[in-house]
């Protein structure tokens, strides 16, 4: 017998009891579908997250201070930041950030939105991932000239203005009873990194293109928020960018020393200093290790589901005695039979892990769409799993296989 007539008679022995080989097949399914589920939807937030960290500048090492115990003498100031990049040794680039909220209309359809405002300079492009998809980030002139100009977010613009492509729109933005008409001379894919500066996230969820709320995120010059807002320059962050060949976490303790120097508090952990390449290494090993465990414990089924295997394939042994000593009274070798039952084991499993592939690849999709985020599942994954159901259909089929193998054809044939 050839495998071709092995895999004919296994495909018709499943069909005769399809019903029965359905719920064998269910814990092969049920196993197969939450791993590819757990690990398609675990890697897409797992790459959701790094992406964002990125985006806030994955080359860049952003000094902190202490805001809670921080006094208004502690606050980072804009003379720091110059200071900090003439000053301290292997700093090329230094950006405020300083955070402002408003309200914001379109001058264009006179909509109103809520502004979540960003107050840097001209340095925060560089510690982006992403230039300007259109347009241009405002220069250092128009910053030290306090200009009316801002890069707006890529999602933003199309809930304001219906259309990405919005350089040289206007916007007014409001804020402590002050407002601005600013022009956009850039769009840029900052909501994320804006919303998740803002610290909430239901203002990150703001950002969904689905939410009735219009939130128009933007970089503007600080020293123009802080016209806009009125408040002080007083920053709780900036975003430090090393020059090359320069250690980022020794720039980034060189510039903590310094902000100590500066405000007399030596004795104090007022500023820390945190390299954002490390939170990607760190997102990345944990959110690698947490998906692999969730996935160990969902791959418990498919030891289920072996074990339901090799009982119902002990079952059909049993039921086809008869059949295994006419054809071992006929010549069958033993390795033929053994083929025969190890060929019906694995078709079992594999039909399961196909179905299993399936749901779980629709099962991430589903998952993910509720968090908006895309599920990473790659052909390596659908493969592993689907040799892995093999696997399971080769290990659980072996016993009733060599059982149905070493039968004696005399007791077969008295079998009734």
Request: hydrophobic share 45%.
């Amino acid at each position: 017998m050839n495998i071709n007539e092995s895999l004919k008679i296994a495909v018709k022995c499943i069909r005769a009891n399809w019903m029965r080989s359905l719920l064998t097949m269910l814990g092969i399914i049920i196993g197969i579908s939450s791993v590819i589920m757990i690990i398609g939807a675990g890697t897409g937030v797992r790459d959701y997250i790094v992406g964002l960290i990125e985006d806030m500048g994955s080359n860049a090492v952003l000094v902190s201070v202490d805001a809670t115990s921080a006094t208004d003498n502690d606050y980072i100031t804009l003379d720091d930041v110059e200071n900090i990049k003439t000053k301290v040794k292997g700093v090329e680039r230094c950006s405020p950030m300083l955070m402002g909220f408003g309200r914001a209309t379109i001058d264009k359809s006179a909509k109103e939105a809520t502004a979540m405002l960003v107050g840097v300079n001209s340095d925060v492009q560089f510690a982006l991932t992403d230039s300007c998809e259109y347009g241009r980030f405002f220069t250092d002139e128009e910053y030290d000239a306090n200009a009316p100009v801002a890069v707006i977010g890529t999602n933003s613009a199309e809930m304001a203005f219906g259309y990405e492509e919005v350089t040289n729109e206007y916007i007014t933005v409001s804020s402590s009873g002050k407002s601005m008409k600013v022009k956009i001379c850039g769009v840029a894919n900052i909501d994320q990194l804006t919303s998740s500066m803002g610290g909430s996230s239901s203002m990150s969820n703001l950002f969904s293109t689905g939410s009735d709320n219009i939130v128009v995120a933007l970089f503007i010059p600080c020293t123009t928020l802080t016209q806009i807002t009125g408040a002080d320059a007083q920053l709780s962050s900036v975003f430090v960018i090393a020059e090359e060949g320069y250690d980022y976490d020794a720039v980034g303790n060189a510039t903590v020393n310094y902000l100590k120097s500066a405000h007399g508090n030596y004795s104090q952990s007022m500023y820390t200093a945190q390299n954002m390449a490390t939170y990607v290494e760190i997102v990345d090993i944990i959110m690698s290790v947490l998906t692999a465990f969730i996935a160990c414990v969902g791959a418990i089924s498919l030891i289920v589901g072996g074990i339901g295997v090799m009982n119902i394939m002990l079952v059909s042994v049993t039921e086809r005695t008869r059949e295994i000593g006419i054809r071992k009274s006929l010549g069958a070798k033993t390795r033929v039979i053994t083929l025969q039952f190890l060929t019906e084991s694995i078709i079992l499993c594999l039909i399961g892990g196909a179905i299993g592939v399936t749901i779980g690849i629709v099962g991430a999709f589903a998952a993910c769409s509720i968090i908006d985020i895309t599920p990473n599942i790659t052909w390596w994954l659908i493969v592993v799993a689907l040799l892995f159901s093999c696997g399971v259909g080769l290990f659980f089929g072996i016993y009733p296989a060599r059982k149905a193998a070493q039968m004696s054809p005399i007791d077969a044939l008295r079998s009734e």
